[in-house]
């Protein structure tokens, strides 16, 4: 299938035991990219990253390179900010990649501090992390000693320097300007845009802020041209993606694919890939792209893997992060949990989503827990409805970040798809799963 | 967009509701739709905070922008179409009022904001009838106290950021914030860390919900019982609005109101909680006269007979001269102008002065050019000499601040400690007390490279004069008395070198009592008469009104201190002045009081002071009585009466109107407003200024003195007619045995033809040039076994106020000697330590603390703080006090 003929971009070097070692990485090509890319003006680099159509791993897939050109000419000090908090539920491959390939994320930060001429790079890194964070600063040590980061990388005259941060243990310090507070040491709550960060981040200086897996691809699209990345996928869907494939599946795991070559089906049923559903049961609705994400049902199997496409149909592919539910899923349950989990973590800043959030896990816990009523499907609608005016994708915001406005996905899509399972759990007085 | 069409438009055109405007550009969507009639519901927006946008209460739909923007937080742009009454925007914002109220304990009838409630009241309006929330709501401990003075009910709480952005961003005491979050977010302090901001009352003013309530108002009163006025704060100087609240005749509340060129709305804590000192028992309610040892409860017309008696017989044996007037400066312009005419018009003395050498010399205050507070806040650089404006003006600390922290005002500070000031200042020199005259004359020389002057180093004073300029041009000095033990003339003396230098430079005095300025406006010292002229200058203008004037200047507070401790000053009248609680040097003011034959004390309170007096003339409070204040710009605004004063206590100029009937002479006036009037034809600073000016709209926030209107325009209502009338109403005229006969509503000047305001004839105003603070005796030598004394002032201290309010008086603060630590090693002290001090007056013991902020060879001690402390130390006959310190044991 398509999928199997791409490159393996981000994950070549994880066949190996030892790939988080400099030694393996300098084996297999390590920093020919950084080299390659000093050598060049930094104006160079940023037109490869435009043409390579990269688009944000983070979340909200917003083009690399146009960010990086949103930064005002001639303000310094600039920076650049690496999120590395992967906080989205069931979101795990930025963990694989700074356990498993620090050196190629060193690289990535280090071209692209380059191509945006910052001399200061921050790495956010989730504070769970315990083991990214020894490797991680394991990695950074010998970058250093072996010329890659400091004064004069590789003797360009480049200077580079990476300050490795941890995390403060919230899933909003994930959201750009909430971790830019964060790391200047204040509470993680989202600020208020505009200004954007490209204009005032940290500490008030211009910044790009850019996910792991982002940068990871730098030095292949540096030593394979833009071109090349565009040439892979489709359309605005270039280049492969790390998918984080979890549920109901045989084989979940991260799984590199070309973008907008394969479908859901081929990534749930590939026996490559998540290798069929357990139990050979059915899909009865899954996750395109993280916790925000609105649900599809089954009828989306065949919805490819590509950006644009998944939105059009109603959703995201968000954070990369893919869930299946099969028949044996409570709705009530599993919508439940989510919202569970955004009431946890909402910041409070904002009344919608502070408020909403702990009204809306409250109403779903009553009826999971048997004690929902008939109106209370409305009254959830409803409070989707002021969370996210419209319920639609993507949602009108109500609030300071995206969080709020993405509490609702879960709710009303499980509520218009298994409304019927709901009212089973309101008349059962009980869930009907357990 | 062409360079042409962007530099043109310096507005931007808007539609809010199809309604179309120009708006300046970067404004506030929230704050330009309310400037055209158009209201936003908002929670957390405050107009002078900078927008957080956490409520979402003014969610509103602009075309071609996703979702709902909040209106403040979106500022305005060209050709924004902006709605905010469509469908989506009305069920977003009752959402928001429905999500708040699902976790809110709706405890209205029991809360102080219940009738006052923004949350209240939108749900009123907007609400749904029902809730629709069955689940079980948020709970917290109710209420917790974070200080002294505030309570927070987090169950109340609606999460505006209000209190925490005021606390950080205005106050600059970040000692709330949030902590948790989702909607278990709460507002905390920290631990082992209370709120204790001397501008905590701001936010229980701010917060929109009763979540913050002050402990002196909680369960006072409900808002429909409240009854208010508009006036002017007295507590300090600075004059901020307020709007004072009674229920049942007792003052329960001030509110800050917003003026734009004073407080922006805010207040400091004891300005806000000291009304507390008017509705205090101890209040002296009735005349008392001295029967041997004791003060008797008299009648008026017993103690004002005792009282003129004691005055004429010396008056008779020893010429005008021997009677003194001291202080004056907390009542209103009309009371300080009748005690300036009673002592100089009537009595002719000039021995007057409304402050106790613990300010500046009247010549400095009045003659200096002068600036506002907002010039001051738009100066290139500021150069602080003065006191902590922290501790003794907080209001314009805030001003200051602000303009330092977002203005990018530069400030230079020059004294002899760090203060409140110093962490926002560009750079701070700490200078020897007492040799602020040395430090001016470098500063302003251009010399360089630069000498050492006064204990600060060339490169430092090179450095602050770099940031000043050489000529002063944009440079405001704030200008007040650093310490009360180095004299005021050293200060004053080095004002005048730099107005000297700096011809361009402007100054805005930092004298701290409640009206002192206007007092000295009124002539209430030495050498000056109403409207800033010279004695002898005024001459002319006043004697033809006045009749007698004194021959010779008289004394300043130092002089008559002085003169009464020696037996030649042998009445002395106290003017709600306590100087043995605040004249720098106790001692010779015990021996001041014990000297004078005969002492008068106007006094609202025994203190120390008045307690040794013959006769006791209880007099009125602020908020019982009416008439005009001064700021420290000049600024005349108007007090008011919200309640009748207790027992059978007066206003001062009625006091003293009556008193100079008994003496002989007619002050002339026989209401509030007939006072003013005279002011406003003869003092020649004040010349024009009516009420009817005064009460004009566009002078809501006051007038400046020296006023340079034009007269009052003939053609409108003589609106002191209708003010004596009010005032009538208010008690505020003199009881009918002192004006047998006078017609109601007849004491009014009316303006007449020939009244010519801009009067030729009229005494040219003081001005103030190196030499006039009189001789300043150099300080002596440092001695290297002594340490220099530095007495500033707390804003909670030993004074009336403080000691009468309830929840203020357990705020003072213990006194403690703070010194370098350099000197405490040198001693082989450490901070905790008791020490044996030891001054030409007196040894006290007392604990040490080191402390960076005192120069090496200083020590500092607190001001008039209870018990003991530097008032015994100050010696008064010198420029400087020094002080030996020794180890107890
Ligand atoms: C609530 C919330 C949580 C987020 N968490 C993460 C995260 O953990 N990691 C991440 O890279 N981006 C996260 N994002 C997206 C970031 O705000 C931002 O868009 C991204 O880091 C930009 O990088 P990119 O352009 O390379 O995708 C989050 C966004 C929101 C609203
Ligand atoms: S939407 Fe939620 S998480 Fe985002 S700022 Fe508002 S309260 Fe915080
Ligand atoms: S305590 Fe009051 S001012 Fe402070 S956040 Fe809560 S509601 Fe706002
Ligand atoms: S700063 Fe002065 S005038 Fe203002 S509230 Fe405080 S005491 Fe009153
Ligand atoms: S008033 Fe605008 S968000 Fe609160």
Redesign the interface.
């Known amino acids: 299938m398509a999928f199997r003929d791409a490159p393996d971009i981000l994950t070549s070097r994880l066949r190996y035991e030892d790939s988080h070692t400099l030694e393996r990485f300098l084996a297999t090509g390590g920093y020919d990219g950084l080299r390659a890319a000093v050598a060049r003006p930094a104006d160079e680099i940023v037109e490869e990253v435009k043409t390579s159509g990269l688009r944000g791993r983070g979340g909200a897939g917003f083009a690399t390179g146009q960010k990086w050109s949103f930064l005002p000419a001639d303000v310094f000090p600039r920076y650049l900010v690496v999120n590395g908090d992967e906080g989205e539920p069931a979101t795990f491959k930025d963990h694989m990649l700074i356990e498993r390939d620090p050196h190629q994320l060193i690289e990535g930060i280090a071209i692209a501090s380059y191509a945006i001429k910052c001399t200061k790079a921050f790495l956010y890194l989730r504070g769970e992390f315990a083991l990214g964070h020894e490797r991680m600063s394991r990695a950074l040590r010998e970058a250093y000693t072996h010329g890659a980061l400091g004064r004069n990388v590789f003797g360009s005259g480049f200077d580079i320097d990476i300050v490795l941060h941890p995390g403060a243990g919230?899933y909003?310090c994930g959201e750009e300007t909430a971790l830019l507070s964060s790391l200047e040491g204040f509470?993680g709550e989202p600020r208020?845009r505009p200004p954007f960060p490209a204009v005032k981040g940290l500490y008030q200086k211009p910044t790009v802020v850019n996910n792991v897996e982002t940068l990871a691809n730098m030095a292949w699209i540096v030593l394979n041209g833009g071109a090349a990345y565009a040439a892979l996928g489709q359309g605005r869907s270039t280049g492969t993606r790390l998918l984080s494939l979890s549920g109901h599946v045989n084989r979940p795991g991260n799984y590199e694919v070309e973008l907008a070559k394969s479908t859901f089906r081929d990534l749930f049923y590939d026996p490559a890939l998540g290798g069929g559903i357990k139990g050979g049961r059915e899909v009865k609705a899954f996750i395109p792209g993280g916790a925000s994400a609105p649900w599809f049902g089954p009828d989306q199997l065949d919805c490819p893997l590509d950006l644009d496409e998944v939105q059009q149909r109603g959703s995201m592919m968000g954070s990369g992060s893919v869930v299946v539910m099969d028949e044996t899923t409570c709705p009530v349950r599993a919508a439940w949990r989510i919202t569970k989990f955004f009431?946890?973590?909402?910041?409070?800043?904002?009344?919608?989503c502070?408020?909403?959030?702990?009204?809306l896990e409250?109403?779903l816990r009553?009826i999971e827990l048997g004690a929902g009523r008939e109106e209370d499907l409305d009254?959830l609608l409803d409070?989707c409805?002021?969370?996210a005016?419209g319920l639609s994708w993507?949602?009108?915001?109500?609030?300071?970040c995206v969080l709020g406005?993405s509490i609702p996905s879960p709710i009303y899509t499980s509520i218009r798809m298994f409304r019927d399972e709901y009212l089973t759990h309101v008349k059962e007085g009980g869930c009907p799963f357990s | 967009m062409t360079e042409q069409t962007e530099t043109k438009k310096d507005t931007v055109t808007v539609t809010v509701d199809g309604k179309t405007f120009e708006a300046a550009p970067g404004e506030l969507v929230i704050a330009a739709a309310e400037r055209h009639g158009i209201y936003i519901p908002r929670f957390c927006w405050h107009p002078r905070m900078k927008?957080?946008?956490?409520?979402?209460?003014c969610?509103v739909e602009i075309e071609g922008v996703?979702?709902?923007p909040p209106a403040c937080?979106t500022p305005v742009a060209e050709g924004m179409v902006v709605d905010t009454r469509t469908p989506?925007v009305k069920?977003?914002q009752?959402?928001?009022l429905?999500?708040?109220l699902?976790?809110h304990p709706l405890d209205c009838p029991v809360c102080d904001r219940g009738g006052e409630c923004p949350l209240q009241d939108q749900t009123f309006s907007f609400g749904p009838g029902e809730s629709?929330?069955v689940?079980?709501k948020?709970h917290f401990e109710k209420p917790i106290a974070i200080s002294e003075l505030v309570a927070l009910d987090r169950e109340r709480c609606?999460?505006c950021a209000r209190c925490t952005r005021f606390a950080d961003e205005v106050a600059g005491d970040p000692l709330i914030?949030?902590v948790?979050?989702?909607?278990?977010?709460q507002v905390l302090t920290f631990p082992d860390d209370p709120f204790t901001s001397y501008f905590s009352g701001n936010t229980v003013q701010i917060c929109p919900v009763g979540a913050l309530t002050a402990s002196p108002y909680r369960f006072k009163a409900r808002p429909w019982d409240l009854d208010q006025v508009e006036s002017t704060c007295s507590t300090c100087a600075v004059g901020c609005r307020v709007n004072l609240q009674s229920s049942q005749n007792d003052l329960v509340r001030m509110l800050g109101v917003d003026s734009e060129p004073v407080n922006h709305s805010w207040l400091c804590d004891k300005g806000r909680f000291g009304y507390q000192a008017v509705e205090h028992d101890g209040r002296v309610t009735h005349p008392l006269v001295r029967k041997g040892d004791e003060l008797i409860e008299a009648s008026w017309s017993e103690a004002y007979a005792a009282a003129a008696k004691g005055l004429a017989d010396v008056r008779d044996l020893h010429g005008a001269g021997a009677i003194a007037f001291l202080g004056g400066a907390r009542g209103t312009n009309e009371d300080a102008y009748a005690w300036a005419k009673l002592a100089k018009g009537v009595l002719a003395t000039d021995s007057v002065d409304c402050q106790l050498d613990d300010g500046l010399p009247a010549a400095a205050v009045l003659g200096l050019p002068r600036a506002t507070i907002d010039d001051a806040c738009r100066a290139k650089a500021v150069l602080l000499l003065g006191p902590d404006l922290k501790e003794e003006l907080p209001v314009l600390y805030l001003r200051l601040r602000e303009a330092v922290v977002d203005g990018g005002v530069a400030v230079v500070e020059l004294g002899p400690q760090s203060t409140g000031m110093t962490r926002h200042a560009k750079t701070t020199l700490l200078y020897r007390p007492g040799e602020a005259v040395e430090v001016a004359r470098a500063l302003t020389s251009g010399r360089d490279p630069m000498p050492d002057a006064g204990g600060v180093r060339g490169e430092e004073l090179a450095a602050a004069a770099g940031i000043l300029g050489r000529a002063g041009e944009g440079v405001v000095v704030v200008l007040g008395r650093p310490s009360v033990a180095e004299s005021g003339r050293t200060v004053a003396e080095a004002a005048a070198v730099i107005a000297a230098a700096w011809p361009q430079a402007r100054f805005l005095p930092a004298l701290r009592r409640g009206n002192v300025m206007g007092a000295l406006d009124m002539g209430l010292a030495p050498g000056v008469l109403p409207g800033r002229v010279g004695l002898d200058a005024g001459r002319e203008w006043f004697s033809q009104e006045w009749g007698v004037l004194p021959e010779e200047p008289g004394l300043d507070a130092a002089g008559i201190v002085g003169a009464a401790a020696e037996g030649r000053v042998q009445a002395l009248v106290l003017l709600g002045a306590d100087p043995i609680n605040d004249f720098p040097d106790r001692t010779l003011a015990r021996r001041a009081l014990a000297g004078a034959g005969f002492v008068v004390a106007v006094d609202t309170f025994l203190t120390d002071s008045s307690r040794e007096a013959d006769v006791v003339l209880p007099a009125a409070m602020y908020g019982e009585k009416a008439g005009t204040t001064t700021n420290i710009e000049g600024r005349v605004t108007r007090v008011n009466q919200k309640v009748t004063a207790p027992g059978t206590v007066r206003s001062d100029w009625i006091i003293a109107a009556e008193l100079a009937q008994r003496l002989g002479g007619d002050l002339g006036f026989d209401s509030t407003a007939a006072v003013w009037a005279e002011i406003a034809r003869l003092a020649p600073s004040h010349v024009g200024l009516t009420a009817d000016v005064l009460g004009r709209r566009e002078n809501r926030d006051g007038v400046v003195a020296p006023y340079e209107g034009e007269g009052p325009p003939r053609h409108e209502a003589p609106v002191e007619q209708i003010e004596a009338a009010a005032a009538v109403h208010q008690g505020e005229t003199l009881p009918s045995e002192a004006v047998a006969g006078a017609p109601e509503h007849a004491a009014v000047d009316e303006p007449s033809d020939d009244d010519d305001p801009a009067g030729a004839g009229r005494p040219p105003l003081l001005t103030f040039a190196v030499g006039d603070a009189g001789s300043t005796a150099a300080p002596p030598a440092v001695d290297a076994y002594a340490l220099r004394l530095v007495a500033g002032r707390r804003l909670y201290d030993n004074g009336v106020t403080v000691r009468h309010s309830a929840h203020l008086a357990g705020l003072a603060p213990s006194p403690r000697l703070r010194a370098n630590p350099y000197d405490l090693d040198r001693l082989g002290l450490g901070t905790g330590d008791r020490v044996r001090v030891t001054s030409s007056r007196t040894t006290l013991t007392l604990e040490v603390a080191a402390d960076t902020g005192i120069p090496r060879g200083s020590v500092a001690l607190p001001f008039n703080l209870p018990g003991e402390g530097a008032a015994d130390l100050i010696d008064g006959t010198q420029p400087v006090t020094d002080l030996r310190v020794e180890t107890t044991n």
Do not use: Y
Not at chain 1, 343 to 352: L, N, V
Not at chain 2, 180 to 185: A, C, E, K, S, W
């Open positions: 919230a909003i509470r208020i009431a946890h973590e909402s910041c409070g800043k904002c009344t919608p502070r408020e909403g959030s702990g009204w409250k109403v009553r009254l409070v409805d002021n969370l005016p993507p949602p009108g915001q109500t609030t300071i406005p | 927008p957080v946008g956490m409520c979402r209460m969610l996703r979702g709902l937080t989506v069920k977003a009752d959402g928001v429905e999500f708040l699902i976790n629709r929330f689940e079980e948020r609606i999460q914030s949030f948790d979050r989702g909607d278990h977010t």
